[in-house]
């Protein structure tokens, strides 16, 4: 039996590939694809394994319930497949820290004895890019995009080379890397069915439509930040990863595109912060590139491309009081989620560039959220 495991990476359309995955699942096992069931999360709407690879990077987010390595090793000793996957861009990180590769092989190899990892590579410079656009639309720290681009590049998480080395130079697993642009090219689901040397006519195949995950634009981006920063001074129990903060994500996220602002594309990159990160990398990815593929790094580096992030200080009275309204609505949905009122979730208040809600409205409504926290812990 052949393991293979998608690691990610993040942002290489990961999640289409999961929901393709869940999409054909009969379909892939009449083939000889077996989709391992242990690890899949129980909440998720499309199919991946990310529980097991937060059961070995210690997660708060393992849930036992969901599948552990244990079960998963007990799932697939009598599956009669070719070939049994997992994905989850989560087995990335497993695979790319030093402490922790290790233990991801040996728990792989407890499992079979021909192992394949694949990897989608995207230039570093876009990846980076489109990973802070995700940090913004989920409400991590809300640090300007400078910020998170030089900590990116110092963190070494972009090294290909110091990130993967270890799987294919000397490690018994076959590394399989796949440039971005032909992941999308072919599609996909497709690729990975190359790695699997699995034909299936393209016609038999289920493909969705969605196939990308919608970033926020410029204005977009500064006015999530700006409500992101607001809603950590309301309320001091805020979490990114509360059910109220995720599905205030998913509102936020639609509100701001209603409002036009996501129909220009975000770039962060100043071309002289673009030029020193991609030097930075340079020979790192190179030896990488030499190594998997046996070219010279293939991917164009967009060094010229012009920065379209925007500043609220540049911002016209006009806009920044749209903006203004749109901070207040959230924030005000955002308690209405903390404290599960009516309606809470709805979508009744989607029809308006103003968000029918001033501001003095939402900051009473903060002053209460914050009384009532402070008599619980009274």
Excluded at 208 to 236: F, K, Q
Excluded at 332 to 345: F, H, M, Q, S
């Amino acid at each position: 039996m052949r393991l293979v495991v998608h690691i990610g990476a993040t942002k290489t359309a990961s999640t289409y590939l999961q929901k393709c995955l869940g999409i054909n699942e009969e379909l892939l096992r009449k083939h000889g694809v077996y989709l391992a069931r242990a690890g899949r999360r129980s909440s998720a709407s499309n199919l991946n394994h990310h529980n097991l690879a937060w059961q070995l990077l210690e997660d708060r987010r393992f849930r036992k319930a969901d599948g552990d390595w244990e079960a998963f090793r007990d799932e697939v000793a009598d599956v009669e497949a070719d070939a049994v996957v997992l994905s989850s861009e989560a087995f990335a990180r497993l695979a790319s820290e030093e402490r922790l590769r290790a233990t991801m092989s040996g728990r792989l190899f407890e499992i079979a004895d021909d192992v394949s990892l694949v990897y989608v590579v995207r230039d570093p410079l876009a990846r980076i890019n489109s990973m802070y656009t995700q940090t913004v639309k989920t409400f991590a720290n809300p640090d300007s995009f400078d910020e998170y681009a030089t900590k990116s590049v110092k963190s070494g998480f972009y090294n290909l080379e110091e990130s993967f080395r270890f799987w294919y130079q000397g490690n018994r697993a076959t590394f399989v890397a796949i440039r971005f642009d032909e992941f999308v090219r072919l599609g996909p689901l497709q690729s990975l069915l190359r790695v699997l040397n699995v034909e299936i006519p393209s016609e038999d195949l289920t493909i969705p439509d969605d196939v990308s995950n919608p970033s926020p634009g410029p204005t977009a981006v500064e006015a999530i930040r700006l409500l992101n920063a607001h809603l950590r001074v309301i309320d001091p129990d805020f979490s990114r990863r509360s059910a109220a903060t995720s599905k205030l994500s998913q509102i936020a996220q639609r509100r701001a595109s209603k409002a036009g602002w996501s129909d220009e594309r975000f770039w962060g990159w100043e071309p002289d912060r673009a030029v020193w990160a991609a030097n930075r990398l340079a020979n790192s990815n190179e030896r990488f590139s030499q190594s998997v593929w046996g070219t010279s790094w293939p991917m164009s580096v967009p060094i010229k491309k012009p920065k379209t992030a925007v500043t609220l200080l540049d911002t016209s009275p006009k806009a920044m009081k749209t903006i203004d309204s749109y901070v207040a609505s959230m924030t005000k949905r955002y308690i209405n989620l903390v404290y599960k009122r009516p309606d809470a979730e709805s979508d009744d208040d989607d029809q308006s560039d103003d968000f029918a809600v001033d501001s003095d409205e939402a900051e009473r409504a903060a002053q209460t959220m914050g009384r009532a926290k402070r008599k619980r812990q009274d």
